[in-house]
């Protein structure tokens, strides 16, 4: 590695593949940027990758931090939780107050909150940044969530504004709130991941098991969707992996990966949040509990032998209008997976005062990140039409495409559950959609068995106050 005594723009902590190829992207638009890792082999790989030789590597955190010009910006990518607190235990002895420290992890919003509170007090400057777009994206441009201290933004803004991937001539990064704003709608982010990921490994499960079809049908099937207005990247990338064949195989790799799906905890991280905040989002919900069913392999093998005696088979009239049936029935479960979302988000927004603008939120996805879709100028448009919108499934554009598309939705749950083929994504989405438009829920019955079997009150309609009844006869005897 260089042993060069230049002082550097920007720091990096953390040089796997995230945090590399973040840097490259920075070193590419002119910032001289300085890596650290304690492996030193990564920091002279960000040296040899470095187009324009403006990076270099350290594995000495103290040399790393003295490379640095004052006041001093540095970017953390490592994992989250402890790892995150000791960096930072790590480095406040070696910087001065007025530095600037940003955590890109994917750390969950209470650390993150705590961790403005602590280093504020301490005269530091901090914020926690949400970055999307998996390993292509931090090379070529990301989506970037950054919340918390607002001046220490403003001084990375222009760096950041040059990195992000830009959709037309937008940077896909804006400022998103205080506190941990920016950890909180990254997190939300990758709920409506989990979400929209299920939706399409459940048509996956649709066309290989109900409709029979070959690997190579239905990649065809998912090409032309991403075609059409289901384009997104999500399903960008389902193409590609139903074309890719291991170098020496005849077959697709994806017939020979296990059908145990892990995960890093964002999409739980959603769930609890959610319902804490009383805002159903059934779909993400739903995403992260087959996610966790996956992983009883062995149990569904013993289930698999004593209960699939039949065989599965969809009875569709004619599979050219099924499948359009499918493509409307997908396109309305993606509507309500990202309406959910958002007013998750909504909803955080009041609670927490983060002041959220939720049509910068949806401009800022349209490009670089992982849940970025065709769908997502529609989102924009609504919220740029009325940043109160109480719910997106509210705007009148995308209640036009709700109607238009709920029947698709109907006709394929109909025949998937007379097949037992599970599809609990979009039976989750159909119910959510199909309560949210009940003007009476039967929550009466539930209310009045609260108030039998625990005296928990009940409320009138039309009158006020809260109500208790003696719902039988007590027994003198």
């Not at 939720?358 to 349209?366: G, H, T, Y």
């Not at 970025?372 to 924009?380: A, K, M």
Request: charged share 25%; hydrophobic share 40%.
């Amino acid at each position: 590695m260089s042993t060069t005594s230049e002082k550097y723009d920007f720091g990096m902590i953390g040089l796997g593949t995230m945090g590399r190829n973040l840097l490259l992207n920075m070193g590419d638009h002119g910032v001289k940027g300085a890596g650290f890792d304690t492996d030193a082999s990564k920091g002279e790989l960000l040296e040899k990758e470095s187009t324009h030789h403006n990076l270099k590597g350290f594995s000495d955190v103290k040399k790393f931090v003295g490379s640095l010009k004052s006041p001093r910006a540095i970017m953390m990518l490592v994992p989250a939780g402890k790892i995150v607190d000791d960096v930072i235990a790590e480095l406040l002895p070696l910087l001065d107050k007025g530095d600037i420290l940003i955590d890109g992890g994917n750390s969950h919003f209470t650390d993150t909150n705590r961790r403005v509170d602590e280093l504020e007090t301490k005269g530091f400057h901090f914020f926690g940044m949400g970055i999307s777009g998996g390993e292509e994206g931090a090379r070529k441009g990301p989506s970037m969530m950054p919340g918390g201290d607002k001046d220490a933004y403003n001084v990375m803004k222009p760096i950041l504004e040059s990195i992000a991937a830009k959709v037309d001539g937008a940077p896909c990064v804006t400022y998103i709130g205080p506190g941990a704003s920016g950890h909180f709608v990254k997190m939300v982010h990758n709920g409506i991941e989990y979400g929209l990921m299920q939706l399409i490994a459940e048509t996956y499960e649709i066309l290989k098991k109900g409709l029979k079809y070959e690997n190579d049908i239905i990649g065809k099937i998912f090409a032309g969707w991403n075609a059409g207005r289901l384009q997104s990247f999500l399903l960008e990338i389902t193409t590609d992996i139903f074309k890719y064949k291991a170098p020496g195989t005849d077959h697709l790799l994806l017939d020979d990966i296990k059908d145990e799906a892990k995960a890093k905890g964002t999409g739980k991280w959603t769930s609890q949040v959610a319902m804490d905040l009383q805002a159903p989002i059934p779909v993400i919900d739903t995403a992260v509990s087959m996610r966790d069913l996956s992983k009883y392999k062995e149990l569904r093998v013993q289930a698999a032998s004593m209960y699939s005696k039949d065989e599965i088979q969809l009875k569709e009239s004619s599979a050219d209008d099924f499948l359009g049936e499918l493509e409307q029935a997908f396109y309305f479960s993606m509507i309500i997976t990202y309406a959910q979302g958002m007013h998750l988000l909504a909803r955080a927004s009041d609670e927490y005062k983060y002041d959220l603008k939720l049509d910068e939120i949806a401009k800022i996805w349209r490009g670089g990140c992982i849940i970025r879709s065709e769908f997502l100028n529609d989102i924009f448009n609504a919220y740029q039409k009325d940043a109160k919108l109480a719910h997106l499934l509210l705007d009148e554009h995308v209640h036009d495409k709700v109607v238009a598309t709920v029947p698709g939705a109907r006709a394929v749950l109909s025949a998937t559950i007379a097949a037992g083929i599970a599809t609990p994504a979009y039976t989750a989405a159909l119910s959510y959609f199909d309560t949210f438009r009940s003007e009476r829920m039967p929550s009466n019955l539930t209310q009045a068995q609260r108030d039998y079997f625990g005296a928990h009150t009940y409320e009138l309609i039309g009158k006020e106050g809260t109500f208790h009844t003696q719902w039988v006869e007590k027994n003198n005897d």
